[in-house]
């Protein structure tokens, strides 16, 4: 079997949902949730990820696996050079991506350090808040975080696809389930548990803002990697025939599961602490301590969850930076360059390093530096990915699936089951003409009430 190549079905799906769970799904969404409304986000997150999300996973699926090309010559084998703008959006989306998200993902290896140590155990909320903001804003501790979460996500990439990603995926994503139902059940059985429950899945419309329905949409691309070429990129490496709709449909469940778990988990142990569920990028290296301190043996579950979520973590950063490594090799291949594919990534992870570093710094050495809009140096490259990047990279692609890609390839890839024969002009009529509108609407009307109120 070849290196750049999946091995199964199976393994493609738990790499693919890999890649969508990660970070977006455990520590994006619960804390973007807290923030947006509760149960009326978690509405929006659900409807913009069946009726856009899917319909352009299964997108950007047909541009992967008909072409067998990666971001930046799938667009030109279909014909249409002048497209390959997306491919480039995705590469620069994931590389900018990475360079905050190792971030985080440093945050989670220091993390299981400090439970390895006993330093997390017997402490208060408050004092998870305290120890938190040491991590975060010590320059040392979090530059090193960063570099060891790059380093690993490097090793693995190097590996390939088949022995590094999908078999890391088929190990690790199953665990994380099982420790995420363990954690959901502990939760839940808290004094004041309900309360929680309450504010995940009960709607409040009045709390939904033009800001938080961009949230939701940013949410629901970013969970499931969309916009960015990385699920263009994974199914290029599809070799066999078969249903793209069905390993989309799979994807998207598990990462709503996940999602759902999240929520389940955090919001009841939030409430019944009596911590605020606005608390932001800290609510789950705050929270999820707090509830594994009065978990029999919670010390134990405690590091393993964050062993689990460091591995989620870094099946969506070998994601990004496959998407990099395999456009810039593929880029250069039509060159005739000498690069190897060994040398890009090296070279990509290393940049990816560089960039991240102020990003690493902006809870400590540079948090007093604002960018766009009062925001910091990490906080902008969170905005500019979410809510730029990716929906103006979902809006060209759906444009560009629906109108541009011969109807032909749509159906050839789509219709071969019976289901899909009859759920195709369901689909079509979303990618061209729902998912366009909409994204639109929602970029433009936020952009423009954004611009207005500086």
């Not at 062993?307 to 990099?324: G, N, R």
């Amino acid at each position: 079997m070849a290196q750049n190549s999946f091995a199964s079905k199976i393994g493609f799906i738990l790499a693919a949902a890999g890649s969508a769970i990660g970070l977006g799904a455990i520590w994006k969404f619960p804390y973007v949730t807290g923030t947006s409304g509760g149960g009326a986000f978690l509405l929006m997150f659900l409807a913009f990820t069946l009726l856009l999300g899917l319909p352009l996973l299964i997108g950007e699926f047909i541009v992967g696996r008909s072409t067998q090309k990666t971001a930046l010559l799938a667009f030109k084998k279909l014909g249409h050079g002048r497209w390959t703008i997306i491919g480039y959006l995705g590469v620069i989306a994931c590389f900018l991506l990475l360079s905050f998200y190792s971030v985080i993902g440093g945050w989670v290896l220091i993390y299981i350090g400090l439970g390895l140590s006993g330093t997390l155990s017997g402490r208060s909320a408050d004092e998870f808040g305290d120890v938190f903001g040491n991590v975060v804003s010590t320059p040392g501790i979090a530059v090193l975080g960063q570099f060891l979460f790059l380093l690993i996500t490097l090793l693995i990439v190097l590996r390939g696809v088949e022995a590094g990603i999908e078999r890391m995926s088929k190990i690790l994503m199953p665990l994380l389930f099982v420790s995420f139902l363990v954690l959901v059940v502990r939760s839940l059985t808290l004094d004041g548990a309900m309360e929680g429950v309450r504010f995940f899945l009960q709607p409040d419309f009045s709390a939904l803002t033009g800001e938080s329905v961009l949230f939701a949409l940013g949410q629901a691309f970013f969970s499931l990697s969309l916009g960015v070429a990385a699920m263009l990129t994974y199914a290029s490496y599809i070799k066999t025939k078969g249903t793209l709709n069905r390993s989309a449909n799979m994807i998207v469940l598990l990462n709503i599961a996940v999602s759902l778990l999240a929520g389940l988990a955090i919001f009841p142990a939030v409430f019944a602490s009596g911590l605020d569920p606005a608390e932001g990028p800290a609510l789950l290296f705050v929270v999820l301590p707090a509830v594994f301190n009065q978990v029999p043996l919670g010390g134990f579950f405690m590091v393993l969850f964050f062993l689990l979520f460091a591995f989620a973590s870094i099946t969506s950063s070998i994601a990004m930076l496959e998407v990099v490594v395999a456009g810039v090799t593929d880029r250069l291949n039509e060159k005739k360059s000498s690069w190897t594919k060994k040398q890009v990534t090296v070279t990509a992870a290393i940049l990816v390093f560089v960039v991240g570093v102020p990003s690493a710094l902006s809870f400590g050495l540079l948090s007093d530096v604002q960018l766009f809009n009062g925001l910091t140096f990490f906080d902008t490259m969170d905005y500019l990915v979410s809510y730029i990047l990716m929906p103006v990279g979902a809006l060209l692609t759906s444009i560009f699936v629906g109108y541009v890609v011969d109807q032909r390839i749509l159906k050839d890839e789509i219709q071969t089951s019976e289901p899909g024969k009859k759920l195709y002009p369901i689909w079509h009529a979303l990618i061209r003409y729902v998912i366009p509108v909409t994204v639109a609407i929602v970029m433009v009307s936020t952009w423009v009430t954004t611009l207005t109120a500086q």
